[in-house]
């Protein structure tokens, strides 16, 4: 099975990151995975889009060509980005502001609140809003990206971050679709 | 194990400084005679979740480059930044120059007190290289060279990839020479082709090059790195006494000496004999240097190019292509296989010299070639290809990464 994920966001918010995290989790399920990335010469502040794709095939073309699943966490990446998304869309409700007709499966996800109200404010929404992913459609196992996490995340960042993963896994596991 | 000769004989090298570009630290490097006792420094086998910058650093380290002087440029830039962390770690020097002009001097130089060197840098910084790239062709100066292709003329978009310089790489510098380019399509070949980049070098005395762009080299793929034994690392050819600038075989390629062995070098860019004095009237001289520094390369094209086919076996379409649009041709060339077209790839992992008996050879009767540029390497291929076959180029322009879809939609028109 081959599934095709897109991040969007602005850089700076760790876009890339996320999927970095997510590939590398997919790498330690045996799984191939391509990871890209695409931002803009301010590398801070402008349109980021980082894509992943896990498969249990050797990988052709590594880069994505319909998201199955679309993390947005700008408006900007949401504008565009969300028109083309098969499974379902995730987006930060502190940060994108939905289309009222859209069709695709939406899940708001609280990440950013959840970051300024138990983890004092700490720039881990990315990681929040990537675990309930993972969470809600089984892309990978916790165990997966927590192991993503402790190879890629510096050490001073570690425990944060798997905290801001345990609350994401929580939220993934309790959102309902709301389309 | 391979057994490294000291790497570096300058005497008065001593401390140079490096700037830490990740951390704002600086950094010395060790002494000469440190430099000479640790020189490993490999990463251990296994697979790594690299990107393509990661990986090109990596290969170079592994294949024995123990300088990089660079000047920052995107997309380039991961590829500076772990030189600067690991070469110390490997006994080596790391060194930020003052522009690319000055880098790939500074590789020449290094080069000729004994070290394997690479620089990395975009179609810009390439441009400013020209001047130097013919240098080390006259001089017969092995050294690589990473181009990671961004969008342009000019600074372009900065981030954006393209195929734009496969024509800069081969003319940029004056005259008539020869260079080699690799185009790698995954991760675990900007690693492997690194290490060839610098076989290739040391084989033929030549600058070669590794035509990277954006998009591979911001890919993130799994890499396996193999144990030491798996992967030949080929070291300097020497030869006491010399001649070191020229040979009686027209396409040899002389033995090299370094600075502090002992040697009387003379290291010019004007035309000079195989040792070293300058002969800048002889008409014979200019005719024997250029035409073996020509040759050695393209006599040798067979050797020099590796190229893949998919397919190609009863293929009356084939794809022709290279670099990050050979990944989109070989998922279209699947695709259409699926529709009943006969379609196979044939994917050039060396772009130069370019191998025109291999595109000769094809019986197809439709040639494509997609590439993220205006068809540079289509014209090649047309040039090459038989008068009845018909060659069409697909080009993409705009800085993204050309996609299956269109290379399906041409083949199947």
Redesign the interface.
């Known amino acids: 099975m081959k599934r095709q994920i897109r991040i969007a966001g602005l850089g700076g918010q760790g876009v890339v990151l996320s999927a ?1 995290l997510l ?2 989790a997919g ?1 330690i399920e045996k799984k ?10 301010e590398s801070r502040g402008t349109l980021c889009r980082a894509e992943v794709i896990i498969s249990d095939e050797p ?5 994505v ?1 319909e998201a199955d699943f679309l993390i947005a966490l700008a408006q900007d990446g949401y504008k565009n980005f969300s028109g083309n998304v098969k499974d379902a869309l995730l987006f930060d409700p502190k940060a994108v502001c939905p289309h009222a007709r859209a069709t695709t499966k939406h899940i708001p996800i609280p990440a950013t609140e959840i970051a300024l109200r138990e983890l004092d404010g700490k720039a881990v929404s990315n990681v929040i809003i990537l675990s309930a992913l993972a969470a809600h459609t089984s892309l990978v196992s916790k165990e997966s990206l927590t192991e993503a996490v402790r190879i890629t995340v510096g050490k001073e960042f570690y425990e944060l971050n798997l905290k801001a993963l345990d609350l994401g896994w929580r939220l993934g596991l309790e959102v309902e679709a709301n389309v | 194990m391979r057994q490294d000769a000291p790497y570096f004989n300058l005497p008065t090298v001593r401390t140079v400084c490096c700037i830490h570009l990740s951390r704002g630290e600086r950094l010395f490097a060790p002494t000469i005679n440190d430099m000479n006792e640790n020189l490993n420094g490999d990463i251990p086998p296994g697979e790594y979740f690299w990107e393509g910058n990661e990986a090109v650093a990596e290969g170079a380290i592994r294949a024995g480059c123990r300088f990089f002087a660079g000047y920052p440029i995107s997309p380039s830039i991961e590829i500076m930044e772990r030189m600067s962390n690991r070469l110390p770690e490997a006994g080596g020097v790391f060194v930020q120059m003052e522009d690319e002009i000055a880098s790939l001097g500074a590789v020449i130089g290094a080069v000729w007190a004994g070290a394997k060197a690479m620089t990395a840098t975009s179609g810009p910084g390439l441009s400013l290289m020209a001047e130097n790239i013919g240098y080390a062709v006259m001089t017969e100066t092995p050294c690589v060279i990473v181009d990671v292709q961004r969008v342009g003329p000019s600074t372009g978009q900065a981030t954006r990839p393209y195929s734009g310089d496969m024509m800069q790489v081969k003319w940029c510098s004056s005259s008539d020479y020869q260079i080699i380019a690799l185009s790698p399509w995954s991760i675990q070949e900007m690693y492997e082709l690194t290490v060839q980049a610098f076989n290739l070098a040391e084989t033929y005395r030549v600058p070669v090059f590794i035509m990277s762009d954006a998009a591979i080299a911001h890919l993130r793929e799994t890499c396996t790195v193999p144990g030491m034994d798996e992967l030949a690392v080929l070291d300097r050819r020497k030869s006491p006494g010399g001649p070191h600038f020229g040979t009686d075989d027209p396409r040899g390629v002389p033995p090299m000496a370094s600075f502090g062995e002992g040697e009387a070098l003379l290291i010019t860019g004007s035309t000079h004999d195989e040792f070293g004095y300058r002969k800048t009237q002889d008409p014979n001289i200019q005719k024997k240097l250029t035409t073996r520094l020509n040759e050695k390369i393209l006599r040798n094209a067979d050797k020099i190019a590796q190229m893949e086919e998919y397919l190609t076996g009863d293929a009356d379409t084939v794809v022709v292509a290279y670099g990050i649009a050979a990944r989109a041709a070989l998922a279209a060339v699947k695709q259409a296989r699926n529709r009943g077209v006969k379609a196979g790839l044939l994917r050039l992992k060396t772009v130069w010299p370019f191998p025109e008996r291999t595109i000769h050879s094809l019986k197809a009767r439709r040639i494509f070639v997609p590439e993220m540029n205006r068809g540079q390497i289509a014209q090649e291929v047309q040039r090459s290809a038989r008068a009845n076959t018909a060659v069409f180029s697909i080009t993409r322009v705009d800085g993204e990464v050309i996609t299956p879809g269109e290379i399906l939609e041409a083949v199947l028109s």
């Not at chain 1, 191939?32 to 010469?41: F, M």
């Not at chain 1, 990988?59 to 880069?63: C, L």
Request: no cysteine.
């Open positions: 970095r590939g590398q790498v191939y995975a391509a990871q890209s990335s695409t931002y803009g010469p990988i052709d073309y590594p880069y060509t």
